[in-house]
């Protein structure tokens, strides 16, 4: 149980950080106050979430805080992520998004601190730099693909009633995730062959151990479907079918999320595989 709440808490919380940080794009502010609004709160509630399944006791949060190391560092990060993006989402009943941008840089600068903090936490102490750097890279990167992958989906819902709205935000949208889409694979690749033990990706990789079932889930659906849906979400965007561009936004996102969770199963099962 624990398990699966560390695999909800490394998404839901990069999730939160890479969306807040995308809705700081500026061709963004043409689709209204409404959509940010939805979405500070769509990322506070994900972040706050992430965070309340990390699993710990409640008596020893206050000893965290108070001692040093990485997971009271880590925590303390994300509280003050949580804290500017509560403060951002105030303000954006009162002023407009342009005014309140600073805050939102300066939330997603301590969340991605965080992130990199994560990275170090749940490698062993023995992992060398080379390792440690390629799971810093991929955690930014998938923080930003979910990111950029949610933040898609919603602004597409904006168009069933406002078909008049500029395509130009989507366009921007779609483009970075499907860029992400790409980036992000072939790091997790690149990762998998340089650090994975051969031995054990090979017998994953022919079935000959349980691991090999979540590796081939990782890789037909969370890496060569988004891979193929990824382009024709941005072709259908151009052609301005929103709607369809939508649901496959929503198949995309589900297989992208499939694809996560998995990376971080093998990450605390093995920090080494995968």
């Known amino acids: ?29 043409t689709v ?3 959509f940010y609004r939805t979405n500070g709160i769509v990322f506070l509630l994900t972040v ?7 699993p710990i ?22 509280a003050a992520f949580i804290l500017i993006l509560f403060v951002y989402n105030l303000r954006l009943w009162f002023r407009h998004p342009h ?15 965080a992130i990199l903090i994560s990275a170090m936490y749940y ?27 949610v933040l898609a989906m919603l602004l597409g819902h904006s168009y069933l009633t406002r078909p008049g709205l500029s395509i ?24 998998t062959l340089l650090f994975s033990p051969t031995e054990r990706l090979v017998n994953a990789l022919l079935l000959r151990n349980f691991e090999g079932l979540y590796l081939w889930i990782r890789l037909l659906i969370g890496m060569v479907g988004p891979l193929i849906l990824a382009p024709m979400i941005v072709f259908t965007v151009r052609d301005r079918a929103t709607m369809s561009a939508t649901g496959l936004l ?18 605390l099962v093995d920090a080494n595989f995968l």
């Not at 005014?99 to 601190?113: E, K, M, N, Y």
């Not at 929503?250 to 990450?267: D, H, K, N």
């Open 1 to 29: 149980m624990a398990r699966i709440q560390e695999i909800v808490f490394l998404v839901f919380s990069q999730l939160a950080v890479g969306g807040a940080f995308l809705m700081s794009l500026p061709s963004l502010e």
């Open 32 to 34: 209204g106050i409404a």
């Open 48 to 54: 706050i979430l992430g965070i309340l399944l990390f």
């Open 57 to 78: 006791a409640w008596s020893e949060w206050s000893r965290l805080f108070l001692e040093p190391g990485l997971a009271g560092a880590m925590l303390f990060f994300f």
């Open 99 to 113: 005014h309140s941008r600073p805050l939102l840089l300066v939330a997603t600068g301590l969340g991605a601190i």
């Open 123 to 149: 490698l062993p102490e023995d992992s060398g730099t080379a390792r440690m750097l390629s799971l810093s890279i991929y955690f930014l990167i998938s923080a930003l693909l979910l990111g950029a992958g």
């Open 168 to 191: 130009v935000p989507l366009k921007h949208l779609v483009n970075i995730f499907m860029i992400l889409v790409f980036v992000e694979a072939a790091v997790a690749l690149l990762s």
């Open 250 to 267: 929503y198949v995309a996102m589900m297989m992208v999320i499939i694809g996560e969770i998995c990376s971080r199963f093998f990450l």
